[in-house]
């Protein structure tokens, strides 16, 4: 009896909660598309708190985008530089825009695309200036021809020499064939110039040689071009010929230092200095950088075998090569 009673008030809460409960799913439903849809604006709203954030930034960077933050700024770039030292006299007087586009030549499209958007101030013939890197072979031929102007005040021929330079390159416009030829000095920095890639050409370094050995003035500067260039062992061995008997400079001896290996070989060298020979491991002249038949002769002229012995033993070749030729100095002894 109770369990008839029991099923018969389960069945009248039924009926009588059913709408409820009706309305309770719709209720639920609605509810999920609420926290769905919400869920949907958090997400947009954070992607406009980032919008809201770029924007901010894009108007702080805007307001850093003037001339005088581009000092600042410009490494962020990463432009392709030379690393020329912009140091020395005048240097101070040199406007900015000619220091960036002398450390940044190779990049020079780029540079003024920058400096026009942070409105840093060049002439109109700025755009037109050719770098002595880049003068064309006609240009080099004038610079060889003219090469007597080819000097830079104070001695600052490889550096230090960024302000002395900008004098003619402002005097002349930047016009290039100006700059090499209208001058009394052409101020132009050789650390540049020796960076020209069409020196290594045939045609120009021929020339460049013919200005060498006729002794032109400062032609000497040319021996340097290792320094900026890689040329070939004919070309090295062309210059080593050309080394001066009278007056040996540094730029000669420094030279000599960087070939030593091609000047040991070289008997046409070893002819012309072989009245120079030396003993001493610090002169330019020591007997162990010239040609091996030269060493021997070297060698030979003492009298002294204990002496004969112990230059014998310093030199680059085996030791079978060294008890034969140590027997050849004692045989001619006897």
Known sequence: MNDIVNELFDQIVAESTKEL?????????????????????????AKLQKMVTGFN???????????ENFDYMLPLFKLKSNNLHTSGMHI?????????????????DKLFNLMD??????????????APQDYSEHELEIFIDNILKHYVCNSC??????????EKVREHSGDTSRILTKSTYSEIPWQMILSNPLWINDKLFDKMLAAIKSKKSNSD?????????????????DLINLIPTDHIYDIHKQFIKKNINLVKLNKAWAERFKDKMSDESYSIFYYLNYHIDYQKAFIKKYDDFVKQASLIKKMSISEKEKIEFVKECLSEKI
Not at 31 to 36: C, G, H, K, R, S
């Open 21 to 45: 409960q009706e309305e309770l799913k719709t209720t639920q439903i609605l509810l999920d598309q609420y926290v769905d849809k919400c869920t949907e604006l958090y997400k947009e709203n």
């Open 57 to 67: 930034l894009i108007v702080e960077v805007n307001q850093s985008i003037k001339e």
């Open 92 to 108: 101070e007087d040199v406007p900015k825009w000619f220091i960036y586009l002398s450390q940044y030549y190779e990049d020079r």
């Open 117 to 130: 958007i942070f409105g840093v101030k060049y002439p109109a013939w700025a755009k037109k200036y050719t």
């Open 157 to 166: 021929i490889f550096e230090s020499n960024l302000g002395f330079f900008w």
């Open 221 to 237: 500067y040319f021996f340097r071009i290792q320094e900026f260039l890689d040329i070939s062992d004919e070309h090295v061995n």
